[in-house]
């Protein structure tokens, strides 16, 4: 693997998950990959799993780590060719990024969408241009429209969590909408039909009128807005917010029926509920079911680690 910005840059996504959940049984088995090599994680927006879990990946592999919140700590970057930088902007990504090329073997990044310009988000102009000029390979760690790291964690846990017994039947997964105060990015719930388009699964997504997600990354997946059909005998359910693709960045709907309950999950088969996390609780998703059996919300932070592992490792024996 060259880089990982999206499901399309694995050749083998069932080789790459149970190299992961190889890594989940022996942490250290490769502890002397990635000696003498750097990773650089760079944030220009907040984070919690995805900073500590890569961090903690790449430990394991043996590299050694650097991370700056570029937000926070770095100098404001300007994105846009051409421009007088008489503003705020104090410094172009095309040295920033190639200076940090310079000091990493591998760079992770992270940034998230405006929510103003879609054709901006969806040609992914920041992330493509750090990937031109930093010059090495480039792990996302979210950019404007996928978060793979978080999807290579979820279908590492669907598959510990599927019933093996019912051969026969595919198991059913259902993306589901929920309410939000804030508009939030599409990245999660892409990324996540991205992969589950390509898994062994029957899957449906679910959310409000005015919620479709771009066609590329929906693809097949059967879409009703009406909640009750799609649960119905459910497996997994993945709960996230995300805020409206067409009328780009905003907030349609805060319909509290929207968020899963307990008695919604009647319907399921005793579903697995999954949700990336950070979640805000009685908005998207109800004490009860976060603190429940059914929760599979750690279970999915902690394949973080793993993911994040064998996609260090497929980079690192390809360079
Ligand atoms: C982000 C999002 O929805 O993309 C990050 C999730 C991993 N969530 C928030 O901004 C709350
Ligand atoms: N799920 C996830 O990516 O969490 P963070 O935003 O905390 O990294």
């Not at 805020?243 to 319909?255: A, N, T």
Request: include cysteine; hydrophobic fraction near 40%; aromatic fraction near 8%.
């Amino acid at each position: 693997m060259k880089q990982f910005t999206s499901v399309v840059d694995v050749s083998d996504i069932d080789k790459l998950v149970k190299t992961a959940l190889a890594y989940k049984k022996s942490p250290y088995s490769d502890k002397k990959l990635g000696e003498n090599k750097t990773i650089g994680l760079i944030f220009l927006n907040p984070s919690l799993r995805t900073r500590l879990s890569t961090q903690k990946a790449a430990l394991n592999l043996g590299m050694n780590v650097m991370v700056m919140n570029m937000d926070k700590e770095g100098w404001a970057l300007e994105t846009q060719d051409g421009v007088v930088m008489n503003y705020t902007t104090v410094e172009h990504i095309k040295e920033a990024a190639a200076v940090m090329g310079q000091y990493c073997d591998i760079l992770g990044v992270r940034s998230f969408p405006k929510l103003v310009d879609k054709e901006e988000d969806y040609t992914e102009d920041f992330f493509n241009k750090f990937i031109k000029y930093c010059g090495v390979p480039v792990v996302s760690l979210e950019s404007a429209t996928l978060h793979p790291l978080q999807s290579l964690a979820d279908t590492i846990t669907i598959e510990e969590y599927k019933n093996t017994n019912v051969i026969v039947s595919k198991p059913k997964v259902v993306l589901t909408w929920a309410p939000h105060i804030k508009p939030l990015p599409q990245a999660v719930a892409n990324s996540f039909a991205e992969w589950m388009n390509r898994a062994e699964v029957d899957f449906v997504i679910t959310h409000p009128t005015g919620y479709n997600l771009a066609p590329k990354f929906a693809g097949n997946a059967k879409v009703t807005h009406n909640q009750n059909e799609a649960l119905r005998n459910a497996d997994f359910v993945y709960v996230k917010n995300w805020s409206c693709y067409e009328d780009y960045g905003k907030i349609l709907s805060q319909d509290s029926n929207w968020m899963l309950t307990n008695e919604k999950l009647k319907i399921t088969n005793q579903a697995k509920v999954m949700h990336c996390l950070p979640v805000r609780r009685n908005i998207e998703l109800s004490d009860e079911i976060l603190d429940g059996t059914n929760s599979l919300v750690l279970q999915q932070a902690s394949n973080r680690v793993w993911a994040a592992q064998a996609v260090l490792k497929e980079i690192l024996t390809n360079m």
